[in-house]
């Protein structure tokens, strides 16, 4: 499980394809893997990954085709600098919400308004995961916690402010418009929608 706090910007050293495995080769900043094992779980770009080796400050990631196809790894090239999180532990304090690590769709960065020293940004999901999205509501975007400032459910649109903090210590200030994101739909919005959404079926059969 994570909080959505990204703990730092780690960066794609090699990208390996090995027969119907992908092996991700990422390099952290000094000190972010100490104490890690192997088995590990360690938030990428949102997405929970097993560490299957390490060194000092690099650690390796088997990523099988689902995986690449539910996510947005498939466009990462070597270099590519990628946000992360180490798995929470029992008492740590939750200052995002909890996370499974498991990204339901892929979405897109369509509009970028620079202001001074913040960003308002807007993403797009696939119809279906639209109804799942409300304002002031939480969302995972790339692994950070944030809260949705605006939505458009017609479209499949919502908009996120982002903070100088934010900004500064996440992948945000790099991506453009056209990039991909990997997105956790809140969990406990999802089930009650869900729920919702079946009782009023079994009501109208």
Known sequence: MFTGIVQGIASIQAIRQERDITRLVVAFPKGALASVQQGASISINGCCLTVTGFS???ASFDLVPETMTR??????????????ERSLKFGDEV?????????????????????HESRIVTFKVSPEWAKYLFTKGYIAVQ???LTLTGVDKKNGSFTISLIPETLAKTTFGEMGVGALANIE??????????TVERMMRETRA
């Open 56 to 58: 000092s400050d690099e």
């Open 185 to 194: 739909i809140d969990r406990t919005t999802q089930v009650v929608v869900d």
């Open 71 to 84: 996510t947005m790894f498939h466009t990462l090239k070597d270099g590519a600098r990628v946000n992360f």
């Open 143 to 145: 692994g950070a916690s």
């Open 95 to 115: 200052g995002g919400h909890v996370l499974s690590g498991h990204v339901d769709v892929v979405a897109e960065l369509v509009n970028v308004d620079t202001l």
